[in-house]
C-alpha cells in the first residue's frame, strides 16, 4: 500500500521558519518526483515544490522561489520543505505527493497524502 505522512506542520510566528517532512512508503521512491502543494481556504490547491529523487532536479513555483527549499534523503525514503520568513498568507494546508512524471502540478501526481495544517500567526 502506497503511503505519504506528512509532518512538521504547526502553529508559527511571521517571520518564523518550519520544516515539513514527507515520508513514502509502498513505492520505489528513487523513481518517482515528490512534491509539495498547498490549499488554503478558499483557494486551489498549488504547486511549491517538486523533486526528481532519483537525481536531484527540483523545480520551484516563481511565487515559491528564495523562501522555500526542497530537498531529498533516499535513505530514508523522506523529503523535506525548508520554508523560512513565513507570512500570514502562507497558511494553508500542506500536501506532499508523488508522480512518475517530471512535472509539478496537481494534475501530475498520482499519489497524495492527508496533508499537514500550517498556521503562520500575524
Known amino acids: 500500500e502506497v503511503q505519504l505522512v506528512e509532518s512538521g506542520g504547526g502553529e508559527v510566528q511571521t517571520g518564523g521558519s518550519l520544516r515539513l517532512s514527507c515520508a513514502g512508503s509502498?513505492?520505489?521512491?528513487?523513481?518517482?518526483?515528490i512534491g509539495w502543494f498547498r490549499q488554503a481556504p478558499g483557494k486551489e490547491r498549488e504547486a511549491i515544490s517538486c523533486?526528481?529523487?532519483?537525481?536531484?532536479?527540483?523545480f520551484y513555483a516563481d511565487s515559491m522561489k528564495g523562501r522555500f527549499t526542497i530537498s531529498t534523503d533516499n535513505a530514508k525514503n523522506t523529503v523535506h520543505l525548508q520554508m523560512n520568513s513565513l507570512k500570514p498568507e502562507d497558511t494553508a494546508v500542506y500536501y506532499c505527493?508523488?508522480?512518475?512524471?517530471?512535472?509539478?502540478?496537481?494534475?501530475?501526481?498520482?499519489?497524495w497524502g492527508k496533508g499537514t495544517l500550517v498556521t503562520v500567526a500575524s
Open positions: 505527493s508523488a508522480g512518475i512524471e517530471r512535472l509539478c502540478a496537481p494534475r501530475d501526481m498520482t499519489y
Open positions: 523533486i526528481s529523487t532519483g537525481d536531484g532536479v527540483t
Open positions: 509502498g513505492f520505489t521512491f528513487e523513481h518517482y518526483v
